[in-house]
């Protein structure tokens, strides 16, 4: 599986849109980019994936740039339950799901 | 509907110790893997379990075996405990091995003095 390279931490204000970004400039044509957060010390939580296109769900949106060799997590109104560590993964189909360190985004009033 | 149930939540053993976790999904998913995380570290896959009645060693198998018993659920055991599996260990399903979201339970938390 290609690697990924995320900041450590990033601030974001209560309300505002959070942008958190991956590198991922090894991925393959045939890998998905994945989505995690893990709040405080619970069960990582599913948020995203996507191939090439840009996805939507009711959590977030996942911009995959064209080129495939960064993506971006945006949560468009974040709020203080959103304070959490974020990864992002990129996975073949044959292969299992690999968590790096993460970004841990923390939301401020 | 509990998704991803393990117990137990917290366990304390003694060196040479041995004990079972258990995992269960009732999401009717066929794939179930067992991951470590280590302090500010992420998760480490241990072993999973493509499809029921086979199971596969992930990055980090030593010291521990498996059993996927049916569909809904997928042990871990520790035969005989060491300080260095002081963890907390996250149990996961997901649909079908491949492209699927996994879903987490919310861990077993393992001290070994």
């Known amino acids: 599986d290609a690697k990924t390279t995320q900041p450590p931490s990033m601030d974001c204000a209560e309300g505002r849109a959070a942008n958190l970004p991956c590198n991922h400039s090894t991925i393959s044509g045939n890998e998905y980019v994945y989505w995690y957060r893990q709040i405080h010390s619970q069960g990582p939580q599913y948020i995203i994936h996507g191939l090439k296109n840009n996805e939507t769900n009711e959590m977030a949106s996942l911009i995959i740039t064209e080129d495939r060799k960064s993506s971006t997590l945006i949560l468009p109104h974040a709020t203080l339950r959103d304070t959490a560590v974020y990864y992002c993964i990129v996975r073949s189909f044959n292969n299992d799901m690999r968590f790096g360190a993460g970004t841990r985004l923390t939301v401020k009033p | 509907n509990a998704g991803v149930t393990q117990t137990p939540k917290f366990q304390v053993l003694k060196t040479g110790q041995s004990m079972t976790l258990q995992c269960a999904q009732d999401m009717n998913h066929n794939s179930m893997y067992w991951y470590r995380q280590d302090p500010g570290m992420g998760l480490r896959l241990i072993y999973y379990?493509?499809?029921?009645?086979?199971?596969d060693k992930g990055e980090v198998p030593n010291g521990y075996n498996v059993s996927r018993l049916n569909k809904r659920e997928f042990s871990l055991r520790l035969e005989s405990a060491a300080p260095s599996q002081t963890s907390v260990y996250f149990c996961a399903s997901s649909l079908t091995w491949g492209n699927s979201p996994l879903h987490f339970g919310n861990g077993t938390r393992l001290t070994v003095t």
């Open positions: 379990s493509a499809s029921e009645g086979t199971t």
